[in-house]
């Protein structure tokens, strides 16, 4: 037994135990139900701690000589020569290293605490289905891309924290948070487009158009992936110009399943979960993103970069085709058939795909426990 499973069946259980004790409450007048917040807490303060004082995954060794790099007071952060792009990632870190530690593990800490606490806190109060929510969160390899792509992810958390304001209108909020993030990732303005569409009638003329530009690429892609080798060479990821042309390997078909699953579904009950849920169309719309940029990453992986915003969102939607697509008795048997299919993934990704399993065993000796 890793720390993976350990992780993954104690937040369940502790989100199960979360929601079977939740209550419904009025937040600005609305009904809605909050699973008990002691419980859930503690889930995340598992996922934050394993995040939190991991070693060597990934990027991990990568950001920790960054870190090291990076001054420790802001005067001297706005002199350093060598941090230019995605200066607001590097300011944050700047931050902690004045404020609360120079040590590149509290660093890693107190980062899982805004990315991941960001991610729960929105799963939290966007459906009641809390450890479901937090399981397909860890099967399906957000969580542990959150390990890797550090400031992708933090932006990602921000922004999908603050995806009600699409809703809402506020773009006089959004628009400037979409624009702080690229400061953390650049490839977060792509949001200051998606904030004009994502909210139209899911499986609308919008969706077609999204999905028939998805198609499109990904028949073209020996078109469009030096067209888009030329555009990303004059950015700051020009080191991805080479790649995007050659024919290098790219996400297996498998991951492809997995994320159509729910928009499939999606699809095919339109009828019933139109009016279901007030952001439903931003989910939709961002979940046939997520499965278009997973679709192009098997032409070659860098577009799967984009999956770190999209994904999160996927894990809603599918929550809402288990409520509301099947009626109380077949409700169950496919919230445990979804389960067991997911489960199977992780086991095929963490342990076969990707190796992961024994990585995390530095961690467990550097604290003397033998696991």
Excluded at 100 to 110: P, R, W, Y
Excluded at 117 to 122: A, Q, R
Excluded at 336 to 343: A, E, F, H, K
Aim: hydrophobic share 50%; glycine share 6%.
């Amino acid at each position: 037994m890793t720390v993976w499973w350990i992780t993954l069946f104690s937040t369940y259980f502790l989100c199960l135990f979360a929601r079977m004790s939740g209550k419904y409450k009025y937040v600005k007048g609305e009904r809605v139900f909050r699973s008990n917040a002691l419980f859930a807490g503690m889930a995340c303060a598992v996922l934050i701690f394993v995040s939190g004082f991991r070693q060597e995954i990934g990027d991990t060794y990568t950001y920790r000589n960054l870190f090291k790099k990076v001054p420790a007071n802001f005067i001297s952060f706005v002199k350093h020569p060598t941090i230019k792009d995605d200066s607001g990632f590097y300011a944050i870190v700047a931050f902690i290293k004045q404020f609360i530690s120079n040590d590149s593990q509290m660093v890693l800490l107190c980062l899982a605490i805004i990315t991941v606490g960001l991610i729960f806190l929105t799963y939290y109060k966007n459906t009641d289905m809390i450890e479901m929510a937090v399981f397909l969160f860890i099967t399906s390899g957000c969580y542990l891309v959150t390990m890797n792509g550090l400031r992708q992810y933090l932006a990602s958390a921000i922004l999908f924290f603050c995806f009600p304001m699409i809703h809402k209108r506020q773009w006089q909020f959004y628009l400037p948070i979409v624009l702080l993030c690229s400061r953390i990732h650049q490839s977060a303005l792509i949001f200051l487009i998606l904030y004009f569409i994502v909210d139209n009638p899911a499986w609308g003329n919008t969706t077609k158009w999204i999905v028939f530009i998805g198609v499109f690429l990904f028949v073209t892609y020996p078109i469009t992936g030096p067209m888009l080798a030329n555009i990303l060479g004059e950015t700051q990821y020009g080191n991805y110009k080479e790649a995007l042309i050659s024919n290098g390997a790219g996400a297996n078909m498998l991951r492809v399943l997995v994320m159509s699953v729910p928009v499939v579904l999606s699809y095919l009950g339109k009828d019933y979960l139109r009016g279901k849920e007030k952001y439903y169309n931003i989910i939709v719309n961002f979940s046939v993103i997520n499965l278009i940029a997973i679709l192009l990453a098997t032409k070659f992986w860098i577009y799967a970069r984009f999956n770190m915003y999209f994904s999160v969102y996927m894990v809603l939607l599918l929550i809402w085709c288990i409520r509301y697509l099947f009626d109380e008795k077949n409700e169950k048997l496919v919230y445990l058939m979804c389960m067991g299919c997911y489960t199977i993934y992780y086991f095929y990704e963490m342990h076969m795909s990707l190796g992961y399993g024994a990585e995390y065993h530095h961690f467990i000796q550097s604290i003397g426990i033998g696991l």
